[in-house]
């Protein structure tokens, strides 16, 4: 078949009955849209993942269970027909009150990745009632059929190549016929077990369809019209990017910026989708584009916050001019499959910060075991509420006289674990959480306001 546009809606985009419509009618506007992917409406993961958590109390579960209800049961209202939407979603929520007895028993990250998962399984049964009560030919997938993962439960990887195969044997001869909704953030192993992609995996997701389908491009709909200097929300005087760079995009993304996950660049990059990021609220404002080449790339192009960084210390005398210390210590954390973000080093010292990348969300800890056996080694030192700042740009290491700006500009900041140079598009250090937002405004400021 031609090629064709995949759309995925994120959920503050599928919130609500207006929300949905609105979605419906930028599918309308674009006819080559055949495949559109879901995440849960808004709200309702956190709710999920509470329960996965484990709520002892049969009370506090209820309500939590009804507030998912009422979520859902406020769209059902608006629907034209909605007895059999109305079917589906009661079933699913029947399989989330169980499932959250048995969390209340004993959690597992098993059954968490079944439980958050109800939510994208629900939305996508309203999505697809709306877009057919507005007259667009529509039917709902089950992405489990296709997006295959390995175990890995609330931070699964994706078998590209299976996913693939899958997807030409499954979803393409759908989309021949209709608008196909499907799912964001889940799959399922070779077992049909259910599995996430981790927390905020749902662009991830659309873009593995989307390389799966061999898609023509990507949109990314959101609440905000594409991706900013730095979030507006902390910056007043943000401006929108009409045009970014995969690379700086796929730094922006690595660093904090909230508007795509991680990974969601890398299966548009190894096609070459071009990747449209926009808002589903005003989608007349435009948006950004992320392609393989631009047309400007400025030495500064925006600014990312992540917080919640964890990071870990390591002091020992041994390490001075010892040979393979790096290697013991990197051997154990592999060994309890602790994800290692940055990292800078001394003669006696090594100081790296753990990257979250499951679906429980929140700072990253360093799993106790793993921690026995570093202090076997050497000292151990953790520091958590810090914040990591990014700046993201365009060779940046061969430009003089960029740091000196930068850091003048935050003299009178304690700055944490600087690192730049090992890439030519960032800068990046740590600071305290309670001066993130400050840090962040001071360098808009200086550095884009002028």
């Known amino acids: 078949m031609s090629l064709f546009n995949v759309a995925k809606f994120g959920g503050t985009s599928v919130a609500n009955f207006e929300a949905m419509s609105r979605c419906a009618a930028i599918i309308e506007n674009n006819p080559n849209t055949k495949l559109v992917v879901s995440s849960a409406c808004s709200g309702v993961t956190n709710l999920l ?117 899958l997807a030409h044997e499954k979803l ?52 905000v019209p594409g991706i900013y200097t730095t979030d507006p929300r902390i910056a007043e005087k943000a401006s929108p990017i009409p045009e970014i760079s995969f ?5 922006m993304a690595n660093f904090g910026a909230k508007i795509l996950h991680p990974s969601t660049l890398v299966p548009a990059l190894r096609h070459d989708i071009p990747v449209f990021v926009g808002s589903s609220k005003e989608p007349e404002k435009g948006g950004t584009w992320i392609r393989h080449q631009v047309q400007s790339s400025p030495l500064f192009r925006a600014l990312a916050l992540r917080c919640n960084q964890t990071m870990v210390t390591l002091r020992s005398a041994k390490m001075f001019h010892a040979y393979g210390f790096l290697a013991k210590v990197f051997e154990i954390l592999a060994k309890h499959k602790v994800s290692v973000d940055l990292i800078t080093t001394s003669e006696i010292s090594v100081s790296l910060t753990l990257d979250q990348t499951d679906t429980a969300g929140g700072a990253p800890e360093l799993p106790a075991a793993a921690r026995q056996e570093l202090e076997e080694l050497c000292t151990v030192e953790i520091e958590q509420n810090l914040c990591l700042v990014a700046l993201i740009g365009n060779n940046m290491s061969e430009s003089r006289g960029y740091a000196k700006k930068v850091f003048g500009t935050l003299e009178d900041l304690n700055l944490r674990m600087l690192c730049f140079g090992a890439s030519p598009h960032n800068l990046c250090f740590l600071v305290h959480e309670s001066v993130a937002r400050h840090a962040i405004q001071k360098l808009h400021q200086e550095l884009f306001e002028v």
């Open 172 to 223: 393409i001869p759908l989309c021949q016929e209709f608008v196909v909704v499907t799912q964001g953030f889940i799959g399922s192993d070779e077992q049909g077990n259910t599995t996430t992609l981790g927390r905020g995996g749902s662009d991830y997701s659309a873009a593995l369809i989307a390389e799966a389908v061999k898609a023509e491009g990507l949109e990314i709909w959101t609440d």
């Open 247 to 251: 690379s700086e995009a796929s730094e």
């Open 49 to 165: 993942v509470e329960l996965a958590n484990g709520v002892v109390c049969e009370q506090e579960r209820t309500k939590i269970i009804e507030k998912l209800a009422d979520i859902h049961q406020a769209i059902l209202a608006k629907l034209e027909s909605a007895t059999e939407s109305a079917v589906e979603v009661q079933k699913i929520l029947d399989t989330v009150t169980r499932l959250a007895e048995a969390a209340s028993i004993q959690e597992s990250t098993k059954l968490t990745d079944h439980l958050v998962a109800c939510g994208e399984l629900m939305s996508t049964h309203l999505l697809a009632q709306v877009m057919r009560e507005r007259g667009i030919n529509t039917v709902r997938f089950d992405i489990r059929q296709v997006l295959r993962t390995d175990n890995s439960f609330g931070k699964a990887e994706p078998d590209v190549e299976q996913t693939a195969l």
